[in-house]
């Protein structure tokens, strides 16, 4: 498949907000047919929709295929906006519930959340007190952000200065807190394989806001007495890895985020939670090299079906 002859995107206007004009993006696959089941992708922080063999290994299973890039995020992002800046999770609930809604006009069958990383606490967060969450017939999370990377005793210390912070100025930013080490083991202008757009998806990411720390900690908190009541599949790398200087061994781990903190919340989100831990999975596992992925896909494939 190809993102410019096999899809179709369409501009969700949104309410306005604190900075003014706001839109998502809905991108759906041009075989979409109205009695098949769905499945609706969400991204991470960095990051927007590329990933188009995730969408073909769907198709190619007979479901629908759609995805959303976020407000102020990849092709939703406007020139008046902070890039991926936002104050509360719940921010994002508008376009996925007209998301929703426009995919079930479509298709009345069975429709299935994906999130990847941030996308993951946002698709979680929404099955928590979504307005269309009932629509929602299942959960699949590629590495979900469901903890931050730092020691739990800095956990409440750090929220509790972002929260003055912002609240004096509210686009205060960290210090360069993002590593390049991941955007490395992606890109194919470094050592990955993946073309994608850097100004969308920046080697050394985005500003980190007081806000949007306060806002991911707060979310990252209500999935701590989670029941979301539908199936969910949680997938990780085997291991993570903390580098400071990028060698080839980013390709087999997940050099983001910290894979002990997505099995044991993960397990915990709802009654009916199957773990999937992936050997040499990178961050984003559909990312991984190709024995990889395509393992992932088969195993998130047969879970559908079983649900």
Same mark, same amino acid.
């Given at each position: 498949?190809?993102? @410019?002859?096999?899809?179709?995107?369409?501009?969700?206007?949104?309410?306005?907000?604190? =900075?003014?004009?706001?839109?998502?993006?809905?991108? &759906?696959?041009?075989?979409?047919? =109205?009695?098949?089941?769905?499945?609706?992708?969400?991204? #991470? !922080?960095?990051?927007?929709?590329?990933?188009?063999?995730?969408?073909?290994?769907?198709?190619?299973?007979?479901?629908?295929?759609?995805?959303?890039?976020?407000?102020?995020?990849? /092709?939703? %992002?406007?020139?008046?906006?902070?890039?991926?800046?936002?104050?509360?999770? =719940?921010?994002?609930?508008?376009?996925?519930?007209?998301?929703?809604?426009?995919?079930?006009?479509? &298709?009345?069958?069975?429709?299935?959340?994906? #999130?990847?990383? @941030?996308?993951? *606490?946002?698709?979680?967060? !929404?099955?928590?007190?979504?307005?269309?969450?009932?629509?929602?017939?299942? %959960?699949?999370?590629?590495?979900?952000?469901? =903890?931050? /990377?730092?020691? /739990?005793?800095?956990?409440?210390? *750090?929220?509790?200065?972002?929260?003055?912070?912002?609240?004096?100025?509210?686009?205060?930013?960290?210090?360069?807190?993002?590593?390049?080490?991941?955007?490395?083991?992606?890109?194919?202008?470094?050592? #990955?394989?993946?073309?994608?757009? +850097?100004? $969308?998806?920046?080697?050394?990411?985005?500003?980190? !806001?007081?806000? $949007?720390?306060?806002?991911?900690? &707060?979310?990252?908190? /209500?999935?701590?007495?989670?029941?979301?009541?539908?199936?969910? *599949?949680?997938?990780?790398?085997?291991?993570? *890895?903390?580098?400071?200087?990028? @060698?080839?061994?980013?390709?087999?781990?997940?050099?983001?985020?910290?894979?002990?903190?997505?099995?044991?919340?993960?397990?915990? %989100?709802?009654?009916?939670? @199957? +773990?999937?831990?992936?050997?040499? #999975?990178?961050?984003?596992?559909?990312?991984?090299? !190709?024995?990889?992925?395509?393992?992932?896909?088969?195993?998130?494939?047969? $879970?559908?079906?079983?649900?």
């Amino acid at each position: 498949m190809n993102i @410019t002859d096999d899809f179709i995107e369409m501009t969700l206007p949104l309410l306005d907000d604190y =900075e003014g004009q706001v839109v998502a993006t809905l991108i &759906s696959a041009k075989t979409n047919r =109205e009695n098949q089941k769905s499945v609706l992708y969400l991204h #991470g !922080y960095v990051d927007y929709f590329f990933q188009v063999h995730l969408a073909e290994a769907f198709v190619n299973k007979g479901y629908n295929f759609y995805a959303l890039d976020l407000r102020k995020h990849g /092709r939703s %992002l406007l020139p008046h906006q902070h890039k991926n800046y936002y104050r509360n999770i =719940e921010e994002f609930y508008e376009e996925i519930t007209l998301s929703i809604k426009m995919i079930k006009e479509e &298709s009345s069958e069975a429709l299935y959340l994906l #999130g990847h990383s @941030t996308g993951g *606490l946002i698709a979680s967060n !929404y099955m928590l007190n979504g307005e269309l969450r009932s629509k929602v017939q299942g %959960l699949m999370l590629n590495s979900p952000f469901v =903890e931050i /990377r730092f020691p /739990r005793i800095l956990r409440r210390p *750090l929220f509790f200065l972002s929260t003055i912070v912002s609240s004096v100025r509210p686009y205060a930013k960290f210090p360069e807190m993002f590593s390049p080490i991941y955007g490395k083991s992606a890109h194919k202008d470094f050592d #990955g394989e993946w073309d994608y757009n +850097l100004e $969308w998806k920046p080697i050394k990411g985005f500003d980190l !806001y007081h806000a $949007w720390m306060c806002a991911i900690i &707060s979310a990252q908190d /209500r999935l701590r007495h989670a029941k979301i009541d539908v199936p969910i *599949l949680v997938m990780h790398a085997e291991r993570s *890895l903390n580098m400071s200087t990028y @060698t080839q061994e980013a390709k087999t781990a997940d050099t983001v985020l910290v894979v002990e903190d997505m099995q044991k919340v993960g397990a915990q %989100l709802g009654g009916d939670v @199957t +773990l999937l831990s992936v050997k040499d #999975g990178m961050h984003d596992l559909f990312l991984s090299k !190709y024995e990889v992925r395509t393992f992932v896909l088969s195993e998130m494939l047969a $879970w559908l079906e079983r649900h």
